[in-house]
């Protein structure tokens, strides 16, 4: 069925099973992986850690189970241009809050330090 | 083109191609989510903010909530992922309506579960703690003001996923009823796929939100 799938331009690729079941598997295990970090103490690298697996888990998703490994250009850029709106909504907003308790002017890059902190 | 396929089931007219139709209606669905994805983004953004503003308050916010229903319910939503993706599979090769139906159908016993189990061990146990701002807030001097701002993005960041949740139920409840209708084929299951989309990014939400809620406060002792 696949072989005869392959010559007809029109067909949607279909993914094998043992594809779905991997990537099923490997999120489960990210599941696992990113509540065992929680319970152990990284500092701020806990926050890391788990945006980390949440977003490759989130990669596995779109690109597996949402088939984007398979779709067109044209749908994956619209996908990045949605991310990359969601990236400026995040970083303009940001760079007004956090830098609002500033009182003296900044001097050299130390000065962003204790902003980044306060991130995490 | 073979000749049988020359007017396939589903196939519109305005389209030169079925492959031009279906990527037509994945990008349609694609510009929605996008709609969604800063829809939820708005809700991320104003978190992180009053996140870095109230940190404290956001730690002990996040130590009331029970991870151990988080990650069962994140393990429960991964799993409805995956029969979704498998019903789709199962159109696509053509398999019988009766499998189709099989695997939608175990989809929303998961999505179910899933809002039972946030309703169950989850919300009413908030309800009888006290721990809803504006509802039952019992609160006995221990928690810092912050908290009830946590434990508000905590009810609108949940209550609106699982909003969606019971819209993809309904969604998924029509697509059962077009199934049994004979309205899918392996020429043509674009609801099935739109569906799907919708479905799996729902559950990236929640994967997004299960870590931002209930873990980064950080579970170990002292924290």
């Known amino acids: 069925m696949s072989g005869h799938a392959a010559h007809d331009s029109n067909a949607p690729h279909v993914v094998p099973i043992s594809t779905y079941m991997l990537v099923f598997l490997a999120l489960m295990v990210g599941t696992a992986l990113t509540t065992w970090v929680a319970y152990i103490d990284l500092g701020r690298w806990n926050t890391v850690a788990a945006l980390t697996i949440a977003v490759v888990k989130m990669s596995l998703v779109v690109l597996f189970f949402m088939h984007v490994k398979y779709a067109t250009g044209l749908t994956r850029i619209v996908i990045l241009a949605g991310f990359f709106w969601l990236g400026i909504m995040i970083t ?13 002017v900044p001097q050299g890059w130390q000065m962003i330090l204790p902003l980044v902190s306060r991130l995490f | 083109m073979a000749a049988h396929s020359a007017h396939p089931p589903g196939f519109a007219h305005q389209f030169e191609t079925v492959a031009q139709q279906r990527e037509a209606g994945t990008l349609g669905m694609w510009v929605f989510l996008v ?13 992180i903010i009053y996140r870095s503003l109230h940190l404290h308050s956001f730690i002990q916010g996040s130590h009331e909530l029970i991870v151990k229903f988080g990650a069962t319910n994140t393990a429960v939503l991964i799993f409805s992922s995956l029969t979704m993706a498998l019903a789709i599979r199962t159109a696509q090769v053509g398999k019988s309506k009766g499998q189709i139906i099989f695997w939608l ?5 998961l999505g179910a579960a899933f809002i ?40 609108f960041m949940t209550g609106l996923h699982a909003l969606h949740m019971v819209v993809g139920l309904g969604i998924l409840t029509v697509l059962v ?7 899918f084929s392996s020429q043509y299951y674009a609801p099935l796929e739109i569906s799907g989309l919708y479905w799996h990014f729902v559950d990236i939400v929640w994967i997004f939100l299960f870590p931002l809620l209930y873990l980064i406060g950080g579970r170990y002792p002292g924290s």
């Open chain 2, 116 to 155: 039972a189990i946030k309703l169950r061990y989850e919300w009413y146990r908030d309800y009888v703690e006290g721990l809803i701002p504006g509802v039952s807030w019992l609160d006995g001097g221990t928690h810092t003001p912050g908290v009830k701002m946590f434990m508000c993005f905590y009810f």
């Open chain 2, 35 to 47: 709609t969604e994805i800063l829809f939820f983004g708005g809700m991320f953004t104003s978190y």
């Open chain 1, 92 to 104: 303009l907003s940001c760079s007004d809050e956090l830098t609002r308790h500033w009182e003296i």
């Open chain 2, 177 to 183: 009823i077009m199934t049994a209708r004979n309205k």
């Open chain 2, 105 to 109: 159908i175990l989809t929303m016993i």
